[in-house]
């Protein structure tokens, strides 16, 4: 019998969901073997390569045709592979930026694996036609199952383009964190700038920490009390899981298109409430499903709504801090990397999935 051995290729390496996973795999008993895209050689003049494929996109503006030019070194990748014989391949984010998915899919054919995406990335797409059409006809076919973290792009994976999708929302990892008694961030958004995100927080400006990137571009476009309120610079790990700690309220506002989708479910509604905190996002129907609101989450519709609820929720602390002990209770219930790790790990059809060896490798 075959021993089961997992590859995780991290596409979106930058951001340590696909090792929270990994780790997650590895508690189940499981064989795992992390690959950060980053540790693989870049083929020599990519950036100048890949920047004439865009001028080439931007030419042919009438075109469907969409020019790319891969990131990696194939042979590395092949002999990394040949070296590893995976059984099966859990790429995180999408592969196309990385590796040709035509090089991927002779692999897979020549070494006999399995391989699943976790679309993680697929809305920011949305306006980028001609990539998103290459996506969706050339890497998604490569799969033997898309797990996608929203039920919009699920139902569009399965029922329009008939490919195998199952809905897997995010999850996160257990946080072991004390927040402060008087936090003193009233209100915490965390995320790229956006015309969307601007609009909404020029109504919060007076109590708003804002951190990310693509904000100081933003700047004609805002007022210079919001401005004021903005460290233009990205945040992840401790120094992230800090931060949410240890604020009153996490707003939580989904970019334009997402919204525009009717989905909105990110990751970080799942890291903030694995930090105990107090999550006030968007509504969207997906959000319904996996938490109670008002009383797991909190929720707001417009922009006067937001504004209304961070200024109850910080006048009422109480009920602030019983929400937040409630979202944590239900995200460790029911939304960890191990519950997720377990869903996708029963697609393997294998018994030793959960055997007791654990043997794990890793390339960085």
């Given at each position: 019998?075959?021993?089961?051995?997992?590859?995780?290729?991290?596409?979106?390496?930058?951001?340590?969901?696909?090792?929270?996973?990994?780790?997650?795999?590895?508690?189940?008993?499981?064989?795992?073997?992390?690959?950060?895209?980053?540790?693989?050689?870049?083929?020599?003049?990519?950036?100048?390569?890949?920047?004439?494929?865009?001028?080439?996109?931007?030419?042919?503006?009438?075109?469907?045709?969409?020019?790319?030019?891969?990131?990696?070194?194939?042979?590395?990748?092949?002999?990394?592979?040949?070296?590893?014989?995976?059984?099966?391949?859990?790429?995180?984010?999408?592969?196309?930026?990385?590796?040709?998915?035509?090089?991927?899919?002779?692999?897979?054919?020549?070494?006999?694996?399995?391989?699943?995406?976790?679309?993680?990335?697929?809305?920011?797409?949305?306006?980028?036609?001609?990539?998103?059409?290459?996506?969706?006809?050339?890497?998604?076919?490569?799969?033997?199952?898309?797990?996608?973290?929203?039920?919009?792009?699920?139902?569009?994976?399965?029922?329009?383009?008939?490919?195998?999708?199952?809905?897997?929302?995010?999850?996160?990892?257990p946080l072991a964190i004390k927040a402060k008694q008087n936090p003193e961030v009233d209100a915490l958004f965390v995320g790229s700038g956006d015309l969307r995100r601007i609009f909404l927080l020029e109504g919060i400006k007076d109590v708003v920490t804002i951190y990310g990137n693509r904000w100081q571009r933003n700047f004609p476009?805002?007022?210079?009390?919001?401005?004021?309120?903005?460290?233009?610079?990205?945040?992840?790990?401790?120094?992230?899981?800090e931060l949410l700690a240890n604020s009153k309220i996490v707003i939580n506002i989904n970019r334009t298109h997402f919204y525009g989708a009717g989905t909105g479910v990110n990751l970080r509604i799942f890291e903030a409430l694995s930090a105990n905190a107090f999550v006030l996002t968007d509504y969207c129907d997906e959000l319904a499903?996996?938490?109670?609101?008002?009383?797991?989450?909190?929720?707001?519709?417009?922009?006067?709504?937001?504004?209304?609820?961070?200024?109850?929720?910080?006048?009422?602390?109480?009920?602030?801090?019983?929400?937040?002990?409630?979202?944590?209770?239900?995200?460790?219930?029911?939304?960890?990397?191990?519950?997720?790790?377990?869903?996708?790990?029963?697609?393997?059809?294998?018994?030793?999935?959960?055997?007791?060896?654990?043997?794990?490798?890793?390339?960085?």
């Amino acid at each position: 019998m075959t021993t089961t051995k997992l590859l995780i290729f991290d596409a979106i390496a930058e951001v340590p969901l696909g090792r929270e996973m990994h780790d997650a795999f590895l508690q189940l008993g499981l064989k795992s073997v992390y690959a950060d895209c980053r540790a693989f050689k870049q083929k020599k003049g990519y950036r100048f390569r890949a920047a004439f494929k865009k001028m080439l996109n931007r030419i042919e503006g009438s075109s469907d045709h969409f020019y790319h030019f891969p990131k990696l070194i194939e042979r590395q990748f092949a002999h990394f592979v040949a070296t590893e014989l995976p059984t099966h391949v859990l790429v995180i984010g999408f592969i196309y930026k990385q590796l040709s998915p035509a090089f991927v899919l002779q692999l897979k054919e020549k070494y006999q694996f399995s391989i699943y995406l976790y679309d993680t990335d697929s809305c920011n797409l949305y306006p980028k036609r001609r990539e998103f059409l290459f996506f969706i006809d050339h890497e998604l076919p490569i799969y033997d199952e898309i797990f996608s973290f929203s039920k919009v792009t699920t139902r569009f994976f399965s029922e329009t383009k008939k490919l195998k999708a199952t809905f897997l929302p995010f999850g996160a990892a257990p946080l072991a964190i004390k927040a402060k008694q008087n936090p003193e961030v009233d209100a915490l958004f965390v995320g790229s700038g956006d015309l969307r995100r601007i609009f909404l927080l020029e109504g919060i400006k007076d109590v708003v920490t804002i951190y990310g990137n693509r904000w100081q571009r933003n700047f004609p476009l805002m007022t210079d009390k919001l401005k004021s309120r903005v460290t233009d610079q990205t945040i992840w790990g401790e120094a992230l899981h800090e931060l949410l700690a240890n604020s009153k309220i996490v707003i939580n506002i989904n970019r334009t298109h997402f919204y525009g989708a009717g989905t909105g479910v990110n990751l970080r509604i799942f890291e903030a409430l694995s930090a105990n905190a107090f999550v006030l996002t968007d509504y969207c129907d997906e959000l319904a499903d996996l938490f109670e609101i008002g009383k797991e989450i909190e929720v707001f519709r417009t922009n006067q709504e937001l504004v209304e609820k961070v200024d109850y929720y910080l006048s009422h602390p109480e009920k602030r801090l019983k929400i937040a002990k409630n979202g944590h209770a239900k995200l460790m219930s029911s939304h960890t990397w191990h519950a997720r790790a377990v869903e996708i790990a029963k697609r393997f059809k294998s018994k030793e999935v959960f055997n007791e060896d654990i043997n794990a490798t890793s390339i960085n």
